[in-house]
């Protein structure tokens, strides 16, 4: 059965996040520390996880990286609203989106629908199974993406930013474009997480990511697939 996994130590807060979840007609287990969350990952392998990243035995960081080098699992990590630099390291090492504690019970629940939508969650219409742009190859039906036939390895959501930059290759597209059209129109996060996903993306796909080639910076504005 789809289920989340919810990775909380503070155990008043991970019965609200349960509570929410319960409401919203999900399935869940709860975790308090690292360990149980990696034994909950071997016998019950999720389709998403609340990850917060202070836990009691170690850094929720530590199981993102893990997670990260294995798949391409959806995980919404929680954070202190003081911490901003462990929200954007996060996000670098591959979360797909924060929330900032403390988070209203319908923030939270928005979060991960729009999670499950944007990673496959929904079926995608599409003209054709395969989108050539040499060197790259992208095939939607298994969401994957090739450079001269090698795979790379790509979260969902930077799937999703590859997409929209070659469906419209050579347009200039702005934060808000980018923003609106891989993480929903009713996403209310901030604009930095568009960066901090591309830059990430250019380190995956860039011959010399601090010399882009493929996406390049529009200043001011926004990206562009192309030069």
């Not at 609340?50 to 997670?67: A, E, S, T, V």
């Not at 808000?176 to 250019?202: C, H, M, P, S, T």
Request: aromatic letters at 6%.
């Amino acid at each position: 059965m789809d289920h989340i996994l919810i990775v909380e130590d503070d155990r008043a807060l991970s019965q609200g996040i349960r509570l929410a979840l319960d409401q919203a007609g999900r399935q869940f287990i709860q975790c308090h520390t690292l360990r149980e969350a990696e034994e909950a990952l071997a016998a019950h392998p999720p389709q998403l996880v609340i990850l917060d990243l202070n836990l009691p035995d170690g850094n929720g960081l530590d199981l993102l990286r893990r997670l990260r080098a294995a798949s391409s699992l959806p995980v919404l990590i929680l954070t202190a609203n003081d911490l901003e630099v462990d929200q954007v390291l996060g996000l670098e090492l591959g979360a797909d989106d924060y929330v900032t504690k403390p988070f209203s019970p319908a923030e939270l629940t928005a979060r991960v629908d729009a999670l499950f939508r944007r990673t496959g969650g929904e079926e995608e219409s599409v003209s054709a199974d395969e989108i050539s742009q040499p060197p790259f190859l992208l095939n939607t039906r298994n969401r994957t993406l090739e450079k001269n036939g090698q795979r790379v390895k790509l979260t969902q959501v930077e799937y999703g930013i590859v997409k929209l930059f070659m469906e419209n290759p050579g347009k200039a597209l702005s934060r808000e474009e980018i923003l609106d059209a891989v993480w929903g129109k009713d996403y209310f996060g901030e604009l930095k997480i568009v960066d901090v996903n591309i830059r990430r993306l250019r380190i995956k796909i860039e011959d010399t990511p601090t010399a882009p080639e493929y996406i390049t910076t529009i200043w001011g504005y926004g990206y562009k697939w192309g030069s």
